[in-house]
């Protein structure tokens, strides 16, 4: 079983929808969840980060952890063209392994 | 956060050979890594560059193959050994800090350079 499951997508939504992307992860250990967002070409960048359980917002971008199940949740309200990106989830834990995790990646496009 | 420049963006290179990938931070940040993302896969942990002292490998990645230097606080090199078409990849450098965007403290955070996308051919 890998550290970080993520859904594989690709996934494909009109513009203005809500769109929803999600990873569990298997090691209680990790403490810090954050999700990334690469363009094509690109490094990723930082999008959001949390380390508590419950929702983190910001602007259109909610992040959502649940640490009694494992499982963490981008949530991307109004999207648009531009939110077409590949989405990584990071797991991070802490003091000597602050190393990331990846997830595999879920590619969004936003249709127009 | 930090600003976080790779040379070169890209490369191709004949098998066989080897290329230093340089990464350059615009402030000291507590940890700096390099990370492989093959074509269409997620990122992969090469090794966490220690500063003045011999990077830390992960599991299938060796020093002979991927040696790193890290002379300083804000400078790093990896060198792609020997090359061969099944290191074509993206190879980033990341740095782990504990300053966002507006300076101000926070728990660390990895940020990523722009990669240098390398082809063997």
């Known amino acids: 079983q890998k550290e970080v499951e993520q859904d594989p997508g690709p996934l494909s939504v009109p513009e203005g929808a809500i769109v929803s992307l999600n990873c569990t992860y298997s090691?209680?250990?990790?403490?810090?969840f954050m999700w990334y967002r690469q363009y094509s070409r690109k490094g990723p960048e930082l999008l959001m980060y949390?380390?508590?359980?419950g929702n983190k917002e910001d602007g259109r971008f909610t992040a959502q952890v649940d640490k009694s199940s494992k499982y963490i949740s981008l949530f991307i309200r109004d999207s648009q063209p531009s939110d077409s990106a590949t989405y990584l989830c990071?797991?991070?834990?802490?003091?000597?392994?602050?190393?990331?995790?990846f997830g595999s990646g879920t590619q969004l496009t936003v249709l127009p | 956060s930090a600003v976080i420049s790779q040379k070169p963006s890209r490369d191709i290179c004949q098998r066989g050979t080897s290329l230093t990938i340089q990464c350059q931070v615009d402030?000291?940040?507590?940890?700096m890594f390099w990370y492989r993302q093959q074509p269409g896969q997620s990122l992969t942990l090469i090794a966490t560059?220690?500063?003045?002292?011999?990077?830390?490998?992960e599991s299938g990645f060796v020093i002979d193959k991927f040696p790193i230097s890290r002379p300083n606080l804000t400078f790093s090199t990896l060198t792609v050994s020997n090359m061969s078409p099944e290191d074509s990849s993206i190879y980033l450098c990341?740095?782990?800090?504990?300053?966002?965007?507006?300076?101000?403290?926070?728990?660390?955070?990895?940020?990523f350079g722009p990669g240098t996308r390398l082809t063997v051919l």
């Open positions: 090691n209680s250990a990790f403490q810090y």
């Open positions: 560059a220690n500063q003045g002292s011999e990077a830390t490998y």
């Open positions: 949390t380390y508590s359980s």
């Open positions: 990341s740095v782990l800090t504990n300053r966002d965007r507006e300076g101000l403290y926070r728990p660390d955070t990895q940020y």
């Open positions: 402030s000291q940040v507590t940890m």
């Open positions: 990071a797991i991070q834990g802490s003091g000597s392994a602050r190393q990331l995790t």
